[in-house]
């Protein structure tokens, strides 16, 4: 998460979708930058209303507006899957290592607690609730020069994004039930995403 002060904007960092390369290319600018551990530096959107706005909006006398990005949901699945087959993981209870990605999708569908594709979603992140969500803007990750945009002309710079902590390849294969069934589950984030388009 990265909080730039005088200009009274919050970036969320939605997991799987560049937070790490967003970071390290802004960092310097940003007033306050959270990128450990995760479960601050990924902050959900709700957990930030609840907590950490209330208290930035008493300390500068007015609302920060918050900004995230989000990936087509199958593919943001597909990333955490190819993530989690690295090596230094391999002998982990999340590692998906020699998990085909049909293999790793239904797991996600069985929701087994500390399972390898226990990973929540993108709607919660972002706290979905009746097709809105409570963040000012979202972006799509696949659209990301719109949001590289929206960052230089907010903080009037030029922003070159590296690629960092890229997730392997892998071929993203599903049969067609297992993708309906995916789908039915991810309805609301699915839903919300095409509303971005």
Not at 151 to 158: I, P, Q, T, V
């Amino acid at each position: 998460m990265l909080i730039f002060w005088k200009e009274r904007l919050v970036l969320l960092a939605t997991p799987k979708t560049g937070s790490t390369s967003i970071e390290t290319a802004l960092e310097q600018m940003a007033h306050v930058a959270i990128r450990r551990p995760p479960e601050l530096k990924h902050l959900s959107a709700p957990a930030y209303h609840d907590h950490m706005g209330p208290m930035l909006e008493h300390a500068a006398g007015e609302r920060f507006t918050t900004v995230a990005l989000m990936r087509d949901p199958i593919d943001w699945l597909g990333s955490w899957w190819r993530y989690r087959q690295r090596d230094d993981i391999r002998d982990m209870p999340r590692s998906t290592a020699g998990m085909s990605f049909e293999e790793a999708v239904l797991s996600h569908l069985d929701d087994r607690a500390g399972g390898p594709m226990n990973v929540g979603s993108q709607g919660q992140f972002l706290g979905l609730r009746g097709g809105h969500a409570p963040v000012d803007q979202v972006f799509r990750y696949e659209e990301i020069d719109r949001f590289v945009h929206f960052l230089e002309d907010r903080l009037g710079c030029e922003l070159i994004l590296p690629r960092l902590n890229v997730s392997p390849k892998g071929k993203m294969d599903l049969s067609d039930a297992t993708v309906a069934r995916l789908k039915a589950k991810l309805a609301r984030d699915c839903d919300y995403y095409a509303t971005l388009a």
